[in-house]
């Protein structure tokens, strides 16, 4: 059983696009995030969000909008892609401070 | 800002031998947790070790363990008995656990470590 899974693996897309990454965990935590792997494969955080309430949001465009149904699921909705946006993008979960727990993560190219 | 560095881009091991991997961090506060995450091939990120700074026992994860010291705020990662499955990319990750605690994880350059046989 995975524990974070995220959909879909690749995504290959032309500029101007609109997509969706989905996401969703089955380890029942409280927390869950977006982080970006550019293609230097630095690692940096996007969003996270506690019961569903937004608690970072760290200064990404307004064309990425993350939505969280329920707790279970955070999903990220990319407007008007642009080649700058191709990247890994890692859904995580974590309850509490014992570590993240990362989904397979997705890979975006954007034409 | 905490910030964390990764000093060595690159480094490699012969099999069943012993590797340190650095990490440094900046952060003024006194209440965090530190990580090291392996991320292989496939692209997972998998977590390998965790520490909280208010522990001076440093935490070891069967072959692998780490070095904290906290007053030189830094945060070495020991293979030992390397294995091939251990090549990967290894990061470095600080995470606050103070009033302002989001959860989030700040992450170092990244190492890339080749086991050789």
């Known amino acids: 059983d995975t524990a974070v899974s995220q959909t879909p693996k690749y995504l290959v897309t032309q500029m101007g696009n609109d997509k969706s990454i989905k996401c969703e965990q089955n380890?029942?935590?409280?927390?869950m995030y977006w982080y970006k792997q550019d293609s230097k494969k630095f690692l940096k955080i996007m969003f996270s969000?506690?019961?569903?309430?937004?608690?970072i949001n760290e200064t990404v465009p307004n064309r990425f909008s993350p939505k969280s149904p329920d707790k279970a699921h955070l999903n990220l909705h990319i407007n008007s892609l642009e080649l700058g946006d191709s990247a890994v993008y890692f859904c995580?979960?974590?309850?509490?401070?014992?570590?993240?727990?990362f989904g397979p993560g997705t890979r975006l190219t954007v034409l | 800002a905490q910030t964390v560095t990764q000093s060595q881009p690159e480094m490699s091991v012969q099999e069943a031998e012993t590797v340190t991997l650095s990490c440094t961090y900046d952060?003024?506060?006194?209440?965090?947790?530190l990580f090291w995450y392996k991320q292989p091939p496939s692209r997972q990120m998998i977590l390998v070790i965790r520490?909280?700074?208010?522990?001076?026992q440093n935490a070891t994860e069967n072959r692998f363990s780490v070095n904290f010291q906290k007053a030189a705020k830094s945060f070495s990662l020991k293979i030992s008995d390397s294995q091939l499955g251990d090549t990967a990319m290894y990061f470095c990750?600080?995470?606050?656990?103070?009033?302002?605690?989001?959860?989030?994880?700040?992450f170092g350059q990244g190492t890339t470590l080749q086991v050789k046989p």
């Open positions: 995580a979960s974590s309850q509490g401070l014992q570590g993240q727990f």
């Open positions: 380890l029942g935590h409280d927390t």
């Open positions: 969000y506690n019961n569903k309430e937004l608690i």
């Open positions: 952060t003024s506060e006194n209440n965090y947790y």
């Open positions: 520490q909280e700074a208010y522990k001076q």
């Open positions: 990750a600080f995470m606050n656990h103070g009033s302002s605690n989001t959860g989030k994880l700040i």
